[in-house]
């Protein structure tokens, strides 16, 4: 069967038009643009040091409680635990997914492990609205990266889960496993523990993108896979966001990193 040409028209079925407006995620990230501008108006900013510790803290330590939970369920499911993870596996009754199979709908799907820690890790990404929550409340700028992070990853994760594109399971494993190191780091940090851990978290966003790029780019030479507009659209929308969201980071660990010694040593040039 030979594929149909990938056209605007062809990518936006109905299928896919129903998904956009009929799902919760639409709902959702509209009312995530409204919550900076609506929480800076209310007196729950808070710019005192030391301020929402307690609530930071739990929030950060549930956070990577859960982010961790999610990677080792993924992992169970798709057999990369040399067998240490048997017992997760004869709980759920379930066995390892055999990946990049030829077949519609992806058999990973009907995996408990991976179907149901997938839909938690998708709606997780609402909850990490808190994340924008705690700098505002916090009297803290928002980043256009913190902003259209948090915006596209529900998206994504969205439009992985209501097509069952099989590829989502690059985003959980990869992004669970970040958010277990990061969240660890900042209910430290919260609690008052001074080390910085900043450039390496960075570090390991920027590569995760990259490691992804290629974990997913097999997906497209799949026969079933190529035959559906919202698979490819999946796909496609999957690329955009991270390619973006790479960029933003490359911009923010430059700046972090060297842009601003490199402004402060010009301000000092400068009073000389």
Known sequence: MVAPPITLEWLLSPKLKDAVFGGEVLYFSIAYLFLAPILKRTPLVDTRKGAYK???????VIMCVFSLVC??????????????????????????????QDVSPSPAFSNKLFKYSSIAFHYSKYVEYMDTAWLVMKGKPVSLLQGFHHFGAAWDTYFGITFQNEGIYVFVVLNAFIHTIMYAYYAATAAGLKFSLKFVITLMQITQFNVGFVMVYHYITLEYFRNSPELVFSYLFNYAYVCTVLLLFMQFFYMDNFGKKKAAAAAGKKKK
């Open 71 to 100: 990677f080792i369920c993924q992992l169970a499911a798709l057999g990369y635990d040399m067998g240490y993870l048997q017992w997760v596996r004869d709980l759920t009754g379930d066995e390892i997914v055999p990946l990049y």
């Open 54 to 60: 307690s609530g930071m803290i739990a929030y950060n």
